[in-house]
């Protein structure tokens, strides 16, 4: 059965400090990749998606960048962290097709100081 | 474009009662409907899914929910609220055009009082 790893749970980072979150996916080959972001009390903001190795679409302009080294591996990262970069970060995988669920998962939350 | 409505951003049950939260979407097409359900720090699980079979689609955890074209509307329902319900729902629609990106509803947080 496919899995989605993500990690790590939690990150406290100050600002101005560099980010890499990494997520990985097992028992699936292409998948979508998607990374999202949840603000406290609010609902999910897309902010990368990428339908193969080294295709990355930004939704939002932004200090975040993603990349897709390998097929099953998605990497949100940031060179410098901002105060607003604070809050929970979703990664999920999409099989081929539009009647196809997104599978999360369990989430980062990110704290800024 | 897709969008996707969620009226209420909190629903409030007592336990045993019926829970109804309501999903409306816009689109020139009949699109695929999701339910996602998200307890509080964890990732966003699937509850059940409309991809054109039958309108009426049950799901995990007793919900279920009914595709109305006519109203544009898949609402989610379930007999009798528990305690263990109290949680995050989303609901999201994706175009059958195969767009890879699906549209999310705001969600409705539900608030189940014993």
């Known amino acids: 059965s496919q899995t989605i790893h993500q990690w790590p749970a939690t990150l406290v980072q100050p600002v101005g400090s560099p980010l890499s979150l990494e997520c990985t996916v097992e028992?699936?080959?292409?998948?979508?990749l998607y990374w999202y972001r949840q603000a406290a009390g609010r609902g999910l903001q897309l902010l990368f998606y990428?339908?193969?190795?080294?295709?990355i679409s930004s939704e939002v302009p932004q200090n975040l960048s993603a990349s897709r080294p390998q097929d099953r591996q998605f990497i949100l990262s940031s060179k410098k962290l901002l105060l607003s970069d604070s809050g929970f970060y979703l990664c999920?995988?999409?099989?081929?097709?539009?009647?196809?669920?997104?599978?999360f998962g369990d989430g980062t939350r990110l704290s800024i100081l | 474009a897709q969008s996707v409505t969620q009226l209420g951003s909190h629903v409030s049950v007592s336990e045993g009662a019926l829970v109804l939260l309501r999903c409306n979407y816009s689109s020139s097409v009949p699109p695929y409907l999701f339910w996602y359900v998200q307890y509080p720090n964890q990732g966003l699980q699937l509850l059940l899914k409309y991809t054109s079979a039958a309108t009426l689609v049950k799901g995990i955890n007793g919900f279920e929910a009914e595709f109305k074209k006519s109203e544009t509307s898949f609402h989610l329902t379930k007999p009798s609220a528990h305690m263990s319900d109290a949680a995050e729902y989303f609901c999201a629609v994706s175009d059958p055009g195969g767009s890879y990106i699906p549209t999310f509803g705001r969600g409705t947080s539900l608030i189940v009082h014993p």
């Open positions: 999920a995988w999409k099989g081929g097709g539009s009647n196809q669920p997104q599978h």
């Open positions: 990428s339908v193969g190795i080294g295709q």
């Open positions: 028992g699936t080959s292409n998948p979508n």
